[in-house]
């Protein structure tokens, strides 16, 4: 089994870490490029961390080059191959996939593209949906796409 951990760069960033033979393979939080330094070389550039910070902040989003915005949370300490990555309601994850053209199979909790749920399994597979209750209200995190911060709400 392999036991991650996690360290903070020196310049602020998370990556998680483990040992491995040939030294501490490193990976930035949220994806990227694994790189195997020696402990001489992680101990210079990095301190241990118990666990990543939660911070969420409310923000406006869009993905890629879509014109639509939409209001959510990201944690700014957080992301993915350098993208943002956020939580949305319920109601604004709606209008993502309306926006979209996509449909959530809330009974699997797979994306699928509109048009498909007449008896057609075909889930779209390489984005992540992950729901979490909080507060008792359903959020949505919508990994995988190119998502970036418009506004941060004041």
């Known amino acids: 089994m392999k036991i ?27 994806g990227g490029f694994t790189h195997c330094l020696t402990p001489a070389q992680f101990a210079q550039d990095f301190t241990l961390v118990d666990r990543l910070p939660i911070t969420r902040v409310l923000a406006q989003f869009e ?32 209008k993502v996939l309306a926006s979209l053209c996509l449909t959530y199979d809330f009974t699997n909790e797979k994306l699928l593209e509109d048009g498909y749920m007449d008896g057609v399994t075909d889930y779209i597979e390489d984005i992540e949906v992950i729901v979490t209750l909080k507060d008792n209200v359903h959020h949505y995190d919508l990994n995988g796409w190119c998502w970036t911060v418009t506004e941060v709400a004041k």
């Not at 890629?64 to 994850?93: C, I, L, R, V």
């Open 63 to 94: 993905l890629d080059s879509h014109e639509e915005k939409f209001w959510g949370w990201h944690n700014p300490d957080y992301n993915w191959n350098g993208w943002a990555t956020p939580t949305f309601t319920e109601e604004q994850f709606k």
């Open 4 to 30: 991650l951990q996690y360290a903070q760069h020196k310049d602020g960033a998370f990556y998680t870490h483990e040992i491995v033979d040939s030294g501490i393979r490193i990976c930035r939080q949220g």
